[in-house]
C-alpha cells in the first residue's frame, strides 16, 4: 500500500524559509514522479513543483520558480520541498503525491498524503 507522509509545516514569517518532508513508501518509486501541491482555505488544490525520481525532470509553478527547490533523496526514499523567500500568499496546506508521470494536474496523481499546513506571517 502506498503511503506518502508529509512533515515540516509551520509558522513562519515573509521571507523566511520552510523545508518540507515527504517520506514514501509502498511503490518502486523511480518509476514514479512526485509533485507537491498547495491549497488555501476556500481554493482549489493548485500544482507546486513535481520531480521524476531521479531528479532529472523538475517542473515549477510560475508563482514559486526561483524561490521553492524540489529534490528527492533515492536512498530514503523522501522528496522535499525547499521554501525561500516566503509570502503570506503562500500559505497553504501543502500535500505530496505521486503518479506515473511528471505533470502538473493533479487529476494525473494517483495518490496523496494527508497535507502539513504552512503558515507565512507578514
Known amino acids: 500500500q502506498v503511503q506518502l507522509v508529509e512533515s515540516g509545516g509551520g509558522l513562519v514569517q515573509a521571507g523566511g524559509s520552510l523545508r518540507l518532508s515527504c517520506a514514501a513508501s509502498?511503490?518502486?518509486?523511480?518509476?514514479?514522479?512526485m509533485a507537491w501541491f498547495r491549497q488555501a482555505p476556500g481554493k482549489e488544490r493548485d500544482f507546486v513543483a513535481a520531480i521524476n525520481w531521479s531528479g532529472t525532470i523538475t517542473y515549477y509553478a510560475d508563482s514559486v520558480k526561483g524561490r521553492f527547490t524540489i529534490s528527492s533523496d533515492n536512498a530514503k526514499n523522501t522528496v522535499y520541498l525547499q521554501m525561500s523567500s516566503l509570502k503570506p500568499e503562500d500559505t497553504a496546506d501543502y500535500y505530496c503525491?505521486?503518479?506515473?508521470?511528471?505533470?502538473?494536474?493533479?487529476?494525473?496523481?494517483?495518490?496523496w498524503g494527508q497535507g502539513t499546513r504552512v503558515t507565512v506571517s507578514s
Open positions: 509502498g511503490r518502486t518509486f523511480r518509476s514514479y514522479s
Open positions: 503525491a505521486t503518479g506515473p508521470s511528471v505533470v502538473t494536474s493533479r487529476f494525473q496523481y494517483d495518490y
